[in-house]
């Protein structure tokens, strides 16, 4: 989900489960989703991309699902880990007049307890 | 290969003062973009450059410019500083246009008082 003001949707999850952390888009337009993990103190760390021809993208423990028709992604972590614990931010990249941006949600921090 | 990285870490100015904030991109990254990270604003575009020219501006007043430099370097300036300008300045660089896999340094955390 998003956030309003200064407080984020947070997720707990136990160490090992799977986590699924959702973003909704606004822009039909935009060909290109991105995944960020930003820790504390740090800047955002990109995990994963997917452009918006693709319905579903794997990585190293981590799957991004596009659902377009609902302007919806999702991005999956398999056995969550305590270094997982972050927070979690889609961007989409829009493109116009030649030139692209980057806009990012509001963040989904994930709490994952040992 | 060297990150992004961003300097200073942390800076603290006071009401009207002015300040300039610099990121050395990835080698061989001729795109850097900077963004504003509020808690109640989020991450907010500022603006993208690419070869030493703005190709993108986000919706900011025109106290906050920037330029970058030949080798890619850029810089950002934000001249007249007010309260709300407190947030950590953050600068992407990307290979080329379009911020495919764009990577962050650790940011600037600014503090106005």
């Known amino acids: 989900g998003e956030s309003v003001g200064l407080h984020l949707p947070t997720l707990s999850v136990q160490e090992g489960d799977n986590s699924i952390i959702n973003c909704a888009y606004s822009n039909s337009a935009s060909d290109y989703f991105i995944w960020y993990k930003q820790e504390s103190g740090k800047g955002p760390q990109f995990i994963i991309d997917?452009?918006?021809?693709?319905d579903k993208r794997q990585g190293q423990r981590v799957t991004v699902l596009l659902n377009k028709t609902v302007k919806h992604l999702s991005l999956q972590i398999a056995a969550t880990q305590p270094g997982d614990s972050a927070v979690y931010f889609c961007?989409?990249?829009?493109?116009?007049?030649?030139?692209?941006?980057?806009?990012f949600g509001k963040g989904t921090m994930l709490l994952v307890s040992p | 290969k060297a990150g992004v990285t961003q300097t200073p870490r942390y800076l603290i100015k006071t009401r009207g003062q002015q300040v300039t904030l610099s990121c050395s991109p990835i080698s061989g990254h001729r795109s850097v973009s900077w963004y504003q990270q509020t808690p109640g604003q989020g991450l907010q575009f500022l603006f993208e450059?690419?070869?030493?020219?703005?190709?993108n501006k986000g919706n900011f007043p025109g106290r906050f410019s920037g330029r970058q430099f030949s080798n890619s370097r850029s810089e950002m300036n934000v001249s007249t500083l007010e309260l709300g300008d407190s947030a950590l300045y953050l600068c992407a660089s990307s290979v080329d246009r379009g911020n495919t896999e764009a990577f962050f340094g650790q940011g600037t955390r600014l503090t106005v008082v």
């Open positions: 450059y690419f070869s030493e020219t703005q190709r």
């Open positions: 997917i452009r918006s021809n693709m």
């Open positions: 961007a989409e990249n829009r493109s116009h007049s030649g030139y692209s941006t980057l806009t």
